[in-house]
């Protein structure tokens, strides 16, 4: 079964651009994967980024965006800051009505 | 502005049952795609249903399929999960989100509400 991937872990400095990726075990990742990104800090419930690769939801700042680079779908966050500190999942559309979240990477801020 | 609340979760055995509500407000669930994700303990968060807006057409995780229905009573602005068969991994924090289509996605979520399967 093809399943989605994420880095397990990134760390960054502070001020420092955050490169997050989701690709696929088998195929690429296209504009018809709809990605979409989700922050989540411990214990609370997940918050969105961005919908179907690059449309941010309200109240996202510009330092977080979206994209599709070769085979995989990319969140890039600018200026990282310690709030940034959290767990990131993506979801791919794996087509018949089903979508699936990466593993999610844990980004540390140090 | 959009909410969910979430309720049933619970203690039950193993090979025992739960239906977990969904109250929505703010918006009416009639327009939207409704979705059930959840995570079990320590772990990512793991999609596991989703129901079309009237209802006629659901999808599941391979996982849960057999096992869980999800419902929805538009009038009464909810959605639903009934869980049968339960097993110990389906021991999570279940989440109801609602779902946009056009810019997919997962727009509002729920707080949440813990199932543990266990004897």
């Known amino acids: 079964q093809t399943v989605v991937t994420q880095e397990p872990s990134f760390s960054v400095s502070p001020g420092g651009t955050i490169t997050l990726t989701c690709g696929l075990s088998?195929?690429?990742?296209?504009?018809?994967?709809?990605p979409s990104w989700y922050q989540q800090t411990p214990g609370q419930a997940p918050r969105t980024l961005i919908y179907?690769?690059?449309t941010r939801s309200p109240g996202v700042p510009d330092r977080f965006s979206g994209s599709i680079v070769g085979n995989k779908a990319v969140l890039t966050i600018t200026g990282a800051q310690a709030d940034d500190e959290s767990d990131y999942y993506c979801?791919?559309?794996?087509?018949?009505?089903?979508?699936?979240f990466g593993g999610g990477t844990k980004v540390t801020v140090l | 502005e959009a909410q969910m609340v979430e309720s049933g979760g619970g203690l039950v055995q193993p090979g025992g049952s739960l239906r977990l509500s969904c109250a929505a407000s703010?918006?009416?669930?009639?327009?939207?795609?409704m979705s059930w994700v959840r995570q079990a303990p320590g772990k990512g968060l793991e999609w596991v249903a989703n129901?079309?807006?009237?209802?006629?057409?659901?999808f599941y995780v391979e996982s849960v399929k057999g096992r869980f229905t999800v419902s929805r009573d538009n009038t009464k602005n909810s959605v639903y999960l009934q869980m049968n068969s339960l097993r110990a991994e389906d021991t999570a924090v279940y989440y109801c989100?609602?779902?946009?289509?056009?810019?997919?996605?997962?727009?509002?979520w729920g707080q949440g509400t813990l199932v543990t399967v266990s004897s």
């Open positions: 179907s690769t690059n």
């Open positions: 979801v791919l559309f794996m087509g018949s009505g089903i979508w699936m």
């Open positions: 703010g918006f009416s669930i009639s327009n939207y795609w």
């Open positions: 989100a609602r779902f946009r289509t056009g810019d997919y996605g997962l727009d509002y």
């Open positions: 088998s195929g690429s990742v296209s504009t018809t994967s709809y």
């Open positions: 129901i079309k807006r009237d209802g006629s057409d659901k």
